[in-house]
Each structure stands twice: as C-alpha cells, then as structure tokens.
C-alpha cells in the first residue's frame, strides 16, 4: 500500500485522430463546475507538468468541465495535463476491464456501500494492481488492495505460509474499506484518502504541515513524486470508467463550492436502472418545474421526485442539475430555449 504495485500494461500507439476523438466524446463541456476554480476557461491551456517529467503536450484536449450521471463535475488544470497522457495510455485496457472485471466490481460497489464509502472509490483498486489478487510490490503490498502486512493484521485478515488473504477479494475488499473509512474520518477529503493510502498517514500530515495547507493541489509538491501521480492515476482512471470526474476526485474545498452552487447539491436516491436510463442537463434561468415537465411530456411527480427544489433553486438564481431520461434530455437541449421562453411567459401571465 505504502508505495504502488507495479504494473505491467501493453504499451498502445494510438493514432491522434482517435484520442482527439475519445477524449471529446468522453468529457463532454458543461459549465456549473467553472466557479469552482479561479480559473474559469472553457477549455484548459496545458502548461509542462513537474510530476512527470516526459510530459510533452502543449494543449490540452481535454474540457475542463464535464458532466456525468449523478454530478456536474471538472477537471482541476493542474491535473488535465496528466490526466489526458494517462487516458491516451490506459484507455484501451481499461475498456476492455470494464468487461471482464465486472464481478469485482460488482463485489466492490456491494462491499464498499455497506461501509459508506462512495462506490466509485473502487477505481483505487484498479491503479494499485490491475484487480489481480497475485500482486505483490516490492515493498511488500500484496492482493488487490495492496495492503500491507500490518493493515492486513490489524483489519483480521490471515496471513501465514499456507494462506494470505490480503489475496482474497471478498475479505480484503472489507479490509479496504475499513482502512478508507478510518483515512476518511482523519481527512474528509478522497484525494488526501487515495495520498495517503499510497504514502502513508504522517507523510501526507507533514505535507499539510509545510504547505500550510489540506488542499492536494497545494499540497501536492512536498509529496513524493509517486504519491503525488497516484492520485492524478485514481482521477485519471474515473474519467476513463466513469466519462468524466466525481465527488472523489474533488478536493474538499472544490466539493463545498461545488455544492453550493447547485441548487439541488444533496444528492437523492436513485437505483440503478434509474441512473442508467437518466442523465443531467444543467440549466439556469427562470424555467419551471410545470413547463418543463409539460413539454417534455413528462409526469410533473416524477419530475420533482428526480428534482427535488426546482422551482426555488432557478427563482434564487443558482444552476440546477436537472435529471431527465437521456430520451427527454435530448429533446430538452433542442427546445430549451423555446421552453425557457414559455416559462417567462408563464410567469408573466400570472
């Protein structure tokens, strides 16, 4: 766990066009999460990364703003850089583990949720060995987790000559989540979780220390350069599984800002099939609930069940994630201007 398993990939040669083209289908502009940052661009001018040193992009392809099923979210510039070589790196096999290792995955959303850990935290399982339960790092981390002998002792997993279930995916899976819980309890932040489940506890704290600071992004330089690009390995990683960044790869400071934009920032819940058929289109502007809904000939309950708090989000001037069927999500970004005029009038009439 201290440091990374090593790796064994298949080096790809991906021609241009295709990366052009995967990137811009898969992070596609959105523009709630902009504020978020200092520096709002729409698209993000790459300067040389310092933490990896064969960095040799001039511009980014990436957009800094993405949307996915559950959260508007953006790509931090300090980490688009690394972000895009890693997804021109990593796509291929990682599309192709989406298939095969879909039991674990499912083994890990299950496991991961009875502990409250956010289910898309079982990427970290991905960069630190590749979901081969036989990895062992040379510092001694072993199974899926990478977990030390220590953590594996004292989260009651058996280790001995016959036996090490550090290996096992089920128990060492619980393992896990414990060791994220208790990382999450000392830091409230997933980047500083994923820094110091490969660095260490009291290395990440010193860092906090001289960079006076809990936000990864400045504190990111007095960590080793490993650590540092294993976290940019787990964002990189969501953006290739998930089509675009999440609450976990967020600092702490960008998810309270992020949330305090949204007028709908407390997330509701939602099943699977729900979030499969759904997706969100972010809006601003006195739309209303009922002419939305009308239009798209929707059931008005079942749009404030997704939407809770419409209405009083737009009257108070905040964007608004509204949840739609991807059917009516399209219909909704060709007439919404049309609708946004229908609700004005609406308005107006009293």
């Known amino acids: 766990m201290n440091l990374s ?17 995967f990137l811009l289908m898969s992070f596609p502009q959105s523009k709630a999460f902009a504020a978020a940052y200092k520096d709002s661009v729409k698209t993000i001018p790459v300067k040389k990364d310092t933490t990896d040193e064969n960095n040799k992009v001039e511009e980014s392809l990436i957009p800094k703003e993405t949307i996915n099923a559950s959260y508007t979210t953006g790509l931090n510039p300090k980490a688009a850089s690394f972000v895009q070589q890693y997804a021109q790196k990593e796509s291929k096999e990682y599309e192709k583990m989406k298939i095969w290792g879909k039991p674990y995955f499912d083994l890990y959303d299950k496991i991961l949720t009875e502990y409250g850990i956010p289910k898309e935290m079982k990427y970290l399982s991905v960069i630190e060995s590749s979901l081969q339960p036989g990895t062992i790092s040379w510092a001694g981390a072993v199974g899926p987790w990478q977990l030390m002998g220590d953590e594996g002792k004292r989260f009651g997993l058996r280790m001995n000559g016959a036996i090490d279930e550090r290996m096992d995916f089920y128990k060492s899976t619980h393992a896990a989540a414990k060791l994220m819980k208790e990382l999450y309890s000392e830091f409230g932040d997933w980047l500083l979780v994923i820094a110091a489940y490969n660095g260490g506890v009291g290395r990440v704290k010193q860092c906090i220390r001289k960079a006076n600071s809990k936000d990864f992004w400045d504190l990111q330089y007095f960590l080793p350069e490993e650590t540092r690009n294993h976290v940019k390995k787990f964002i990189g990683t969501h953006f290739i599984f998930e089509g675009s960044g999440g609450l976990t790869t967020m600092t ?11 007028g709908n920032a407390s997330a509701i819940q939602l099943t699977d099939e729900e979030i499969k058929t759904t997706s969100i289109v972010e809006i601003k502007g006195r739309y209303l609930s009922a002419v939305v809904s009308s239009s798209l000939m929707m059931d008005i309950e079942q749009f404030n069940k997704w939407n809770p708090g419409f209405d009083k989000a737009l009257a108070e001037g905040k964007n608004y994630a509204v949840r739609l069927t991807k059917d009516r999500a399209a219909i909704f970004e060709a007439k919404k201007s049309q609708i946004l005029l229908e609700s004005i009038r609406t308005l107006l009439n009293g």
């Open 5 to 21: 398993a090593r790796k064994i990939y298949k080096k790809t040669n991906f021609s241009k066009v295709f990366v052009v083209a």
């Open 252 to 262: 702490a400071i960008e998810v309270g800002k992020y949330k305090a934009q949204m």
